[in-house]
């Protein structure tokens, strides 16, 4: 289960890192906060790895 689990953490994370790069090049309102919020969950995903 842990493994699965896992699976489906990173797959949100590779989804995630493919939104960022595919708003890179688009003009709209939403990209700016969409941005941040994606920083703000590689941020805790890093520390929360180096705490462990």
């Known amino acids: 289960m842990q493994r699965v689990t896992k699976t489906i953490y990173e797959s ?3 989804l995630l890192v ?3 790069l ?5 003009d709209h ?3 700016s906060p969409i941005h ?3 920083w ?6 890093f520390f929360t790895r180096w705490y462990r």
């Open 40 to 45: 703000g969950i590689f941020v805790v995903d």
């Open 12 to 14: 949100f994370m590779l």
């Open 29 to 31: 309102a939403y990209n």
């Open 22 to 26: 595919a708003g890179i090049w688009m």
């Open 18 to 20: 493919m939104l960022t």
């Open 36 to 38: 941040w919020y994606v």
